[in-house]
């Protein structure tokens, strides 16, 4: 298993520019989501996904879109790149939504990030 | 004001030492804590999971969680060099929404 892997590993996007995050993992995890880290900030939740054609807003969605079209694939589009939006993405996915109170279930794997820089 | 709060250290401690780490929220609704461990320029990975109350011990590794005062920790029994790393703490309610903490540099000098 590759596990969840993201492409691409670093980016320099000019203000105004739109791009799309990839993301895809081969663990038949119906959960998947997007967090970005901020110094000091921690991991802050984008969008998330429970299956395929199901997507919901995290803590800070504004000026990104999700789609989920399979179970294995999460991208994520910026829609016009802000010097705000400089920062380490992870994209992570679990079985399910974790709140089960299992490990199995509960355990987000992590991506090894996109480093985006919007000049 | 953040649901979870962690200070970021940096934490430094001798090698063989106890590390010791905690975070504290604000929300009754988180049922579920965890510690993550990130390693620079890596992504996060689980190292506890813990649902109620009490101790919980992983080989090296103790998660404690104080419901009552809101408050979780964990500790590194015989920490290592290669235990120098960010760990973050995380929790959740019964709904799925999720709270990480800003994450505790530490570092283990040999």
């Known amino acids: 298993n590759a596990g969840v892997t993201q492409t691409p590993k670093f980016q320099v996007l000019k203000t105004g520019q739109s791009m799309t995050l990839q993301c895809a993992q081969d663990?038949?995890?119906?959960?998947m989501s997007w967090y970005r880290q901020d110094p000091g900030m921690g991991l802050r939740l984008i969008h998330y996904?429970?299956?395929?054609?199901?997507?919901d807003q995290g803590e800070v969605p504004n000026g990104y879109n999700v789609s989920r079209s399979t179970t294995e694939d999460f991208p994520l589009r910026l829609l016009s790149a802000a010097p705000s939006q400089t920062s380490v993405y992870f994209c992570a996915s679990s079985y399910s939504l974790p709140t089960s109170g299992s490990r199995r279930t509960d355990t987000q794997y992590f991506g090894p990030g996109t480093r985006l820089t919007v000049l | 004001q953040k649901e979870v709060e962690q200070d970021p250290g940096p934490l430094s401690v001798p090698e063989g030492a106890i590390v010791s780490l905690n975070c504290t929220y604000s929300n009754s609704a988180f049922q579920y804590f965890m510690w993550y461990r990130q390693y620079s320029r890596k992504g996060p990975e689980l190292l506890m999971y813990?649902?109620?109350?009490g101790n919980k011990e992983d080989g090296r590794f103790t998660a404690q969680v104080d419901k009552s005062s809101k408050y979780i920790s964990l500790f590194i029994r015989d920490s290592q060099p290669s235990d120098s790393a960010t760990y973050l703490c995380?929790?959740?309610?019964?709904?799925?929404?999720?709270?990480f903490g800003a994450g505790t540099q530490v570092v283990v000098t040999p």
């Open positions: 996904s429970v299956g395929a054609g199901i997507t």
């Open positions: 995380a929790m959740n309610d019964s709904w799925g929404k999720f709270q």
């Open positions: 813990t649902y109620s109350s």
């Open positions: 663990m038949n995890h119906e959960y």
